[in-house]
């Protein structure tokens, strides 16, 4: 099992930065895929990037490709997800999710999932 913990959430301005971080437990964490997913107000929960255990590999939404990055350390168990050129369509709680095996896009392959973080971009 892997405990995971987002942080970095807040608010900023339109065409301002964050960058959301994921601190996980375990010794086990490089053998994890990890992805970033968001879910806003009335809405499912959506891919938004996915990093393999080397990070050799990635794979972003469409909406976000140029202006998100994901990357990982795992000497510090940690993920993060740089976030620049925000737009108010990025409003949304982030998830930092968790699976050993390939990464995917798909949320239901995730088993272990962090509590949230808060994303709000104004206008």
């Known amino acids: 099992q892997v405990q995971v913990v987002e942080s970095g959430g807040g608010l900023v301005q339109a065409g301002g930065s964050l960058r959301l971080s994921c601190a996980a437990s375990g010794r086990m964490f490089w053998r994890f895929g990890m992805g970033w997913f968001r879910q806003a107000p009335g809405k499912e929960r959506e891919f938004v990037a996915a990093?393999?255990?080397?990070?050799?590999?990635?794979d972003y939404a469409d909406s976000v490709k140029g202006r998100f990055t994901i990357s990982r350390d795992n000497a510090k168990n940690t993920v993060f997800l740089q976030m620049n050129s925000l737009k108010p369509e990025d409003t949304a709680i982030y998830y930092c999710?968790?699976?050993?095996?390939?990464?995917?896009?798909?949320?239901?392959?995730?088993?272990?999932w962090g509590q949230g973080t808060q994303v709000t971009v104004s206008s």
């Open positions: 990093i393999n255990w080397s990070g050799g590999y990635t």
């Open positions: 999710a968790a699976d050993e095996g390939a990464v995917s896009r798909n949320v239901g392959l995730y088993e272990f």
